[in-house]
């Protein structure tokens, strides 16, 4: 007959993505008249709880290159760029938020710039980048437990006839 018993351990209680695509206009010293390049790099971000949501705290650098003076002379921009996204993780039914938890975040898309362009000398850029949420909290198990121990088997000695008759041989009674 099996019983029940209830184990409890750390699972993943809830997990979400979300896709963001951000703009941003940044001034340059110069006048700039070409974007050449653009980068994004270092992309850094911790998650937290807020609440009934979940919080990412991020960064990255944009590294923009770009021509100015009638595209006689080039430099590069270097600009890091802070965010705050709030996602709303639907949790698993019967999940504890209030408890202890550990929020794991992970970047699905790398940060990267899908646009950028010039307009009156200022820089126009749009970035694109994807996150995951997991959830990891404490949840319960039931397994089934089996209260009748399996019988031991028998383990006898593997011995056959030759075996045997080289004993035999092998015993001298002069020995004894």
């Known amino acids: ?19 963001f695509k951000n703009n941003y206009n940044i001034a340059a010293n110069d006048h700039p ?10 992309h850094k971000f911790k998650g937290y709880k807020s609440g009934d949501k979940i919080g990412v705290d991020g960064s990255y650098d ?36 209030t408890g202890d938890t550990d929020i794991i975040v992970r970047t699905l898309k790398q940060p990267t710039c899908s646009r950028v362009n010039v307009e009156n000398g200022i820089i126009n850029l749009d970035i694109e980048k994807e996150l995951g949420v997991e959830i990891v909290g ?6 089934s437990v089996e209260e009748d121990e399996e019988p031991w088997d028998e383990i006898e000695d593997e011995v056959d006839d030759k075996i045997e008759q080289e004993i035999e041989e092998s015993i001298t009674e002069n020995i004894i």
């Open 1 to 19: 007959m099996a019983s029940y018993k209830e184990i409890v351990t750390k699972a993943i209680i809830g997990k979400g993505k979300k896709y």
């Open 33 to 42: 008249t070409n974007v050449l390049g653009c980068w994004v790099i270092n």
């Open 62 to 97: 944009v590294n923009i290159w770009y021509s100015y003076d009638n595209d006689s002379k080039t430099t590069v921009l270097n600009e890091k760029i802070e965010y705050n996204e709030l996602f709303n993780v639907k949790a698993k039914p019967d999940a504890d938020l």
């Open 138 to 143: 404490e949840t319960k198990i039931k397994i």
